[in-house]
């Protein structure tokens, strides 16, 4: 349907050539302004004129109210309140023709809340997951490093499938964040048409493309906000990565809202989250040893000894960098960071991509090492099946 702006031009146009046919008929007609009129005729000579012109203003007042009234009573009902809808819906439509051409390659997502199991194509997958997991708002190559990573992901998951397994993933931070298309409206208004076509657009940008370390799929890691560096893999979890190594992330102090948090909790609710018992007295050592990136690697509390990622857990901490102070028969832990720290730091990435870097330059920084693939070469398993 055309817009406003289509018959604002073709109001102006009409006018103009109004304007012009006037004019017109004002040069051919001789002047009579300095001619005396006889009094017997004025009266007549001013009915005439009114007579005149009363046809042409009535034809006039309808060519307006035809071009400019008609149209917008026709439009207004379908105007929407998202300004970026009418420039943006076409364009979605591409997108998603390009997102669902892959139909040989299919996600099972188990959705939690219904129990029930819905198969999507992988691009479409994915552009719902970087929706989920990364701010629309942020810059277009921090969302197309976040697809890659959405993509390897999903990737490695398909490759290692149990055999008979009911779903190939949750959509649950237990795997990645996953929300369909009616969630995803509901969050964000009139918003939705213009997020999503931006982050489909980062998604098509990417299109197939994943990434890998010695030409397998690698396990993309990634969270919020780091406390300045990024986390060996081994200093969280049990495995060492090649490609999650720490590296220096100095963006997030600055930019993300999560990089400093505070949390206090009564001496015997600390005890009940991490199933210990402290002197009656409350009179206990505090010892904490760091990692590498400065995060926890233990906490000693009197006679019991935790891991950092053990003591976030446990008190849902955001980060395991944290510090402990006792006052009374309080803890107060105060916290840099916001996620496990393993693998690449969105809004590190974000501010790597304000800087001018690409997705390519913010992945390869991320992750030590690694190569941008495709699924073809890499999965081709997965494209035939």
Known sequence: MRNRKYYN????????????????????????????????????????????????????????????????????????????????????????????????????????????????PLETYVSRVVASEMPAEFEMEALKSQALAARTYIVNKLLYQKEGAESDVSDSKFDQVYKGESELRDNWGNKYNANMKKIMEAVAATEGEILTYNNVPIDPQFFSTSNGYTENSEDYYKNEMPYLRSVASPWDKESSPYFLDQETFTIEDVEGKLGMDLPDNNQFAIEVTRTESNRVKELKLGDHTFTGRDVREALELRSSDFTVEQKNEHLIFRTKGNGHGVGMSQYGANGMAKEGKTYKDIVQYYYTDVEISTVSDSAPALVVR
């Open 9 to 120: 031009k073709l109001i102006q146009k009409k006018l103009k050539q109004k304007n012009s046919l006037h004019q017109k008929s004002i040069v051919k007609k001789p002047s009579n302004h300095n001619l005396p009129i006889p009094k017997k005729t004025l009266g007549a000579k001013m009915n005439k004129g009114h007579s005149k012109w009363k046809l042409p203003s009535v034809l006039i007042i309808g060519l307006v109210f035809i071009i400019l009234v008609i149209p917008t009573l026709i439009v207004v009902p379908y105007i929407s309140n998202d300004p970026y809808e009418a420039s943006t819906v076409e364009q979605e439509s591409n997108y998603e023709e390009i997102l669902e051409s892959d139909s040989a390659v299919t996600v099972s997502v188990m959705r939690t809340q219904t129990e029930s199991v819905e198969d999507v």
